[in-house]
């Protein structure tokens, strides 16, 4: 039976891999840019460690981003602090426009230490739902809906992220966390923020569902 059990899980796993393509080749950084304040080499910011693993400073302020756009898809990454747990984020949906400061047009998925799930509409980013934060308060936060699930600092933890005409919802460590509907942009480039605190980025993967 154990065996059996074991072909089972196996097969679920392969399931749900089927379509995913590593967003980092393992090899360079090939398909990405870095935007920085400021300007910095890209190698001088993000390095690729055996494994797979990407590892990030953190600094100068800024976003690594995909060269590429994407629309209706599955996003995972896993993601860990690799010194004192600080701030980031998976930003989505980048576009032309205005300009929070460093930070571009998206909805940013929060990875930040005791926020883990928050969404962030950045710049003119909009979405349907009301904010959890007060009225006038920058920035505005659409705060996780469920327990806190993020790890122990050092753990792995890993985000599942799905976005589907202009619906997105995420999922921290199994935990469903947040959701929006009407997001706007609803496509648009993947980035991966630096404010600061040294992170260390595996098995980002996205699949395609149109």
Known sequence: MSKLWTACVAGLLLAGQAGAVDLFNGKDFTGWELQTTPAAPLESVFTMLPGGVVASTGKPAGFLVTTASYRNYKLHVEWRWSGKPGNGGVLLHISPGPMDRVWPL?????????????????????????????????PIIKAHMAADSELPAGEWNSADIVSRDGTVEVTINGVVQNKVTKATPSSGRIGFQLESAPYELRRVTLTQLD
């Open 106 to 138: 998206s909805l940013q998925v929060q990875t930040k230490n005791g926020s883990v799930g928050d969404l962030l509409p950045m710049a003119d980013y909009s979405f349907e739902e009301p904010p959890t934060s007060a009225a006038g308060t920058a």
